[in-house]
């Protein structure tokens, strides 16, 4: 069974928070201030936020400004994530991702379950790693968030957690790098 480990110290990390929405601004983003609220309040660290239409090339130019920001560990995206044709989030990061992580998508629909139901199926919520960056793509709701965070980003983002976690693998997600990312501060 999984738990933290107190023994080891929490390891914050930088978050930068992404909202993909053409019908939301700053004040009505409540997906991505919930995910600010949650990851601060758990302890790391606000990297930077923005807001972008569902556009594809935006989007990548901003998720690839960030992968390349070493001060960006990981990203987390709201919006973009159903299957209407303006949704383009998991097309984006297809053209980022260097790796895909099937676990997370797998899992975030079978933590939403409980509270959707079988309307899950709808979510293409994914995940990756780029140029040592993680990157988590999840649906624009409230709920969704919570259930991201609260079931799952929590606990991986934390080095404590056990028996495994993304944290401690971050200094070595770009190995195959010439300039690797630092560990996180």
Known sequence: ??????????????????????????KTDTSGQLLIERLTGDGHKLAERALLKDDVEAIVAKLKQWIADTKVDCIITSGGTGVTGRDVMPEAFGQVCEKEIPGFGELFRWVSLKSIGTSTIQSRATAGVAGGTYLFALPGSSGAVKDGWDEILKFQLDIRH???????LMPRLSEHINNPKKKPK
């Not at 069974?1 to 700053?26: H, K, Y």
């Not at 056990?162 to 401690?168: K, L, S, Y």
């Open 162 to 168: 056990r028996p495994c976690n993304f944290v401690e």
């Open 1 to 26: 069974m999984a738990s933290l480990d107190e023994t080891q110290i929490f390891v914050p990390i930088n978050i930068a928070i992404m909202t993909v929405s053409d019908t939301r601004d700053l």
